[in-house]
């Protein structure tokens, strides 16, 4: 009964090859998240959608897009990976964008740059 | 955006309680304290939430200080299984497009046998 998967849980890209992650919710939550999590370090939001509504973070490199086709669903795109964006891709939904709301994580990506 | 701090580290022994805290001096009256966990490979888990008296779950306690300027998150009974690292977060009350969930460092929970 997984309410936040993330697909796949590892993936491996080139140097330079575009990749996609994916999330999906089953959870109906207005509000999806990306968040970023390197090595040892804590996770770094990169952006959120509420409901279509897109907002980028202000330090987020152009390199990363997202969409969000409909509630469901949300993609992060990386157009040019480059070894520095080895990490785990961690998405996340909440029912509304007020403090009420918690967080709901998936299990994340690991993303691999060779 | 309020900024959170909490130890690096923390150690307990299995079945002894565990207080965890976490300092907020710049939280506006308004900001939610948040509470997760991460365990190793997983995504962070909620754990609770208050935003200015003391709150239980089945998972954990969660006591605010009166001037909401700290807060320590209470595992009454320590398993192994809450080895994990503990995010302390404020999340705003009302903040739709700008909406934030920042991270501070977390502190790592050892449990001992």
């Known amino acids: 009964d997984a309410m936040v998967i993330q697909n796949p849980r590892y993936q491996v890209t080139q140097f330079g090859k575009p990749v996609t992650l994916s999330c999906s919710q089953t959870?109906?939550?207005?509000?999806m998240y990306w968040y970023q999590q390197k090595s040892s370090q804590a996770p770094k939001l990169l952006f959120h959608?509420?409901?279509?509504?897109?907002?980028n973070e202000a330090d987020t490199p152009d390199n990363f897009q997202s969409r969000r086709p409909n509630t469901s669903f949300c993609f992060l795109d990386i157009r040019s990976p480059g070894l520095g964006d080895a990490a785990m891709y961690l998405c996340a939904t909440s029912r509304e964008g007020d403090g009420y709301s918690p967080l709901h994580f998936g299990n994340g990506t690991r993303l691999t740059v060779t | 955006d309020a900024k959170t701090t909490q130890p690096n580290s923390m150690e307990s022994n299995e079945e002894e309680p565990v207080h965890l805290p976490c300092n907020h001096s710049?939280?506006?009256?308004?900001?939610?304290i948040h509470w997760y966990r991460q365990l190793p490979s997983q995504g962070p888990e909620y754990v609770i939430h208050?935003?200015?008296s003391n709150v239980n779950n089945r998972m954990a306690s969660l006591a605010i200080a009166e001037d909401r300027k700290s807060s320590t998150l209470i595992l009454h009974r320590a398993t192994l299984r809450d080895a994990a690292v503990y995010y302390c977060i404020l999340r705003p009350r009302r903040s739709y497009n700008t909406d934030k969930l920042i991270f501070g460092t977390g502190t790592r929970l050892q449990v001992f046998p």
């Open positions: 208050g935003l200015t």
């Open positions: 959870l109906n939550h207005n509000v």
């Open positions: 710049t939280i506006s009256g308004t900001d939610y």
């Open positions: 959608y509420y409901d279509k509504d897109f907002n």
